[in-house]
């Protein structure tokens, strides 16, 4: 059963435009949110977290949006640069619980 | 920034063998270590919780005898593939929190390991 859902494999982007990530969950005890990016034959790197209490956090270009009634959060890249094109993975967990990861979507920068 | 290593990046081996995939963070201490499988185009699955100094938690339908981990220290954890198999062949990946159970705190990844069984 899959909590944790990103329903857009890929996303293409225009340079200099905002790229838009959306995540999708389906337990309501989570309440701390991850984004990573993970370029090819590469671990996931850590990009930016939220926790419920907040429904919007901030570090530079990325800002993580989430709304808890809709169950959703979403990761937004303003300006979209080349450099961004990797598979940007969310994640979720509950207090002592386990972090369930999305499929993952794959951002494509075009110069 | 924190930083997890993990060795070998890439490994093949002949179907029968065991492969040990080593994962270390290198300048904070792990307690608690986690072990990941990644099918293609899947999401990262839980294979599981290495604790240091005692038994690993191992995810429902992860065969412990197949996927042994040891955690012998605060900074080294290591997966041994048993008798590989080529339905074994996957990426894996390890990771470590400075939170200890990764509660609200982000994870930090190693590079991975490919495993390919011939």
């Known amino acids: 059963d899959q909590q944790v859902k990103q329903n857009s494999p890929s996303l293409s982007v225009q340079e200099g435009r905002i790229s838009i990530l959306n995540c999708d969950y389906t337990?309501?005890?989570?309440?701390?949110f991850l984004w990573y990016k993970k370029y090819p034959a590469e671990g996931p790197t850590f990009l930016i977290s939220?926790?419920?209490?907040?429904d919007k956090n901030e570090d530079g270009r990325f800002t993580v949006f989430l709304n808890k009634s809709a169950k959703h959060l979403s990761l937004h890249i303003v300006p979209s640069q080349p450099g961004d094109s990797a598979v940007y993975f969310c994640?979720?967990?509950?207090?002592?619980?386990?972090?369930?990861f999305g499929t993952g979507t794959s951002l494509t920068v075009i110069p | 920034g924190a930083v997890v290593s993990q060795h070998p990046s890439w490994v093949i081996c002949k179907s029968g063998t065991s492969v040990k995939i080593e994962c270390r963070s290198l300048?904070?201490?792990?307690?608690?270590m986690f072990w990941y499988r990644q099918f293609p185009k899947q999401s990262l699955m839980l294979m599981a919780t290495?604790?240091?100094?005692?038994?690993?938690?191992?995810e429902q339908g992860v065969e412990k005898d197949k996927f042994l981990i040891n955690h012998a220290s605060l900074t080294l954890s290591t997966l041994t593939v048993t008798s590989a198999h080529p339905e074994d062949s996957s990426f894996y990946i390890c990771?470590?929190?400075?939170?200890?159970?990764?509660?609200?705190?982000?994870?930090?990844f190693g590079n991975g390991t490919r495993l390919t069984v011939t």
């Open positions: 990771s470590a929190s400075f939170g200890g159970d990764g509660y609200n705190s982000p994870l930090h």
């Open positions: 337990n309501s005890m989570f309440d701390y």
């Open positions: 939220i926790s419920s209490i907040k």
């Open positions: 994640a979720a967990s509950s207090p002592g619980n386990q972090f369930y």
């Open positions: 300048d904070f201490q792990a307690t608690t």
């Open positions: 290495s604790n240091e100094g005692s038994k690993a938690t191992y």
